[in-house]
């Protein structure tokens, strides 16, 4: 079942083609990465899902519907939750926006009683409760958020950059949760991020939208195998000059005691270079640069190079 | 049903919200009662030096006042979120309305109710009410107590839709609230006074543009028949309570209107 449908769509804003020839699918219970630069259209693109703009041209429907904010029903059964948009009420507490959303999504109190507590241990919001979103860091307010979107159990998720300002742990079991919940097939949900390693993790199928288009769509671990730059280590050698001849490595250059290896994580491990780099060698120093969204895109482009920011 | 109950949970957390800190609340409704108040003492002691304004006398103005005050303690708690909603569109608040499942008017209506405000402009609208009713005359009967409710209410609607109209404007112009300045809070000082006293100009404003004439003059004509009202077709007395209806009507058509614009054109 294909609860949303994109034909060919585009978005312009003031002269600025946001979105171009927007054409995908999402079936039910698929778990999508939205990927891309800053200014990609991203969020543009999550907003003409949950119907917030209209495209100007294309077909577009969510749940069947071509505006899914103008039918309550559906309406009811998604949930657009964004790092850059609170859904709590400010003036309000955190205990009494949730409150509100009971009412709102019409839920059972004893559902609401039993899904609350079930998210609160996950989420570990229980002493925010009493307080204002306005006095809450930026990740304790993305856990409450959370907990709101995930009471009325929706069907269909959008998430839009959730996991900014959010600290490592609390990551984790975001990550974590998410990760069950595409194991149990629960909801669709769309992610958006500008990381692919956090996407990678969660989602079924990435999808890479670059100055409007999508220039990947298809599983994580194919865009990573096929498009996916070299990692780069930096090393300075310290005694003893080794031999990189034998290694399957992409690339590397000899600079006196420096050495710059591009190497492929599939051809060749990171700890299978520095333990043949310590056969015959000190090694004095070492930095490994990760492929970065940009090298991807480069990458998908057809051009070669990267940069190591 | 559930509308209702969501608007009542509205109410609930604006109450919760202002009970935690009663005293201020209390020391908020006296500073707004005792600036209302101040205004309204000026007007009576510069009217005591006329004696009559257009054969209306004190108290008959005083009376004219009540209504505006008494629907304005409801308007300023129903239509709270519509006063700041230039704000609301700019600082990029409306797009979560959106995607909510309920109304969007009804999600607006009664939070952050200004209940604060809702006491002092009530509270010195009953006293005008009790000061001036009984001395105008008014014979209250089944009749007139029914159209005095129905007028209040119709005055509320119309000053609601009002609110709505220049909220609906926030999805067209980036500044809207000068444009609100003139045509509710000036007009509604001009509303303070039998209409008769104005050039036909304001006149026409305050009757067909914002209409605040079928707030409290009309209706304060059905039970005070001054000469002036020779001046008016008679019909506006007795439709004044349904004025309210229609102009809250047109308000909420306008309101759709351009909520769907606002976001088939992108924001």
Known sequence: ?309 | MGEIRVVLQSLKMSIHTRMQYRVDSLVATLAVFIRESANIIAIYLALLKFDRINDWNVNEMLFLYSILFLTYAFVVSLFADLRQFSDTIREGRFDRLLVRPRSLLLQLILNNADLIASAGHGTLGLLLFVISAGRVGIHWDFVTVLYYIGAIIGGILIQGGMFIVFSSLCFYFVETGSIRDIFYWNMRKFAGYPISIYHKLIQGILIYVVPFAFVNYFPAQYLLRKEDMANYPAIYIYIAPFVGIIVYAAAYLFWRVSVRRYYSTGN
Not at chain 1, 116 to 140: R, W
């Open chain 1, 1 to 309: 079942m294909l609860l949303i449908v994109l034909k060919d769509v585009s978005k312009t804003f003031r002269d600025k083609n946001v979105l171009k020839n927007i054409s995908l699918h999402v079936a039910k219970n698929e778990h999508v990465g939205l990927i891309g630069l800053n200014g990609a259209g991203k969020t543009t693109l999550l907003n003409v899902i949950a119907g917030v703009i209209k495209p100007d041209v294309g077909f577009i429907r969510t749940y069947g519907k071509e505006s899914i904010i103008e039918d309550h029903q559906s309406l009811r059964k998604m949930a657009y939750l964004s790092g850059t948009r609170s859904q709590l009420w400010e003036e309000l507490t955190v205990k009494a926006s949730l409150q509100n959303c009971m009412n709102m999504y019409q839920i059972n109190p004893q559902v609401f009683a039993r899904r609350l507590e079930q998210l609160q241990g996950i989420f570990e919001t229980e002493a925010f409760m009493e307080l204002k979103p306005g006095n809450l860091s930026l990740g304790e307010r993305m856990r409450c958020e959370l907990v709101y979107a995930l009471l009325a159990e929706p069907e269909i998720l959008l998430l839009d950059e959730v996991l900014i300002g959010v600290d490592v742990s609390i990551k984790h079991k975001i990550i974590q949760f998410f990760e069950a919940d595409r194991k149990e097939k629960q909801a669709t949900i769309i992610y958006t991020s500008n990381h692919l390693a956090e996407v990678e993790k969660l989602c079924d199928r990435v999808i890479l939208l670059h100055a409007g288009e999508i220039i990947f769509d298809g599983k994580a671990e194919r865009m990573i195998s096929e498009f996916s730059p070299y990692y780069r280590m930096e090393i300075r050698i310290a005694e003893g000059l080794p031999d990189l001849e034998d290694l399957p490595l992409e690339k590397y250059r000899i600079d006196s005691d420096r050495i710059t290896i591009d190497y492929d994580k599939q051809k060749i491990e990171t700890t299978q270079i520095l333990k043949h780099l310590m056969k015959k060698s000190k090694i004095g120093d070492i930095r490994l640069y990760e492929p970065d969204l940009e090298g991807t895109i480069k990458k998908i482009y057809g051009g070669r190079e990267w940069k190591t920011s």
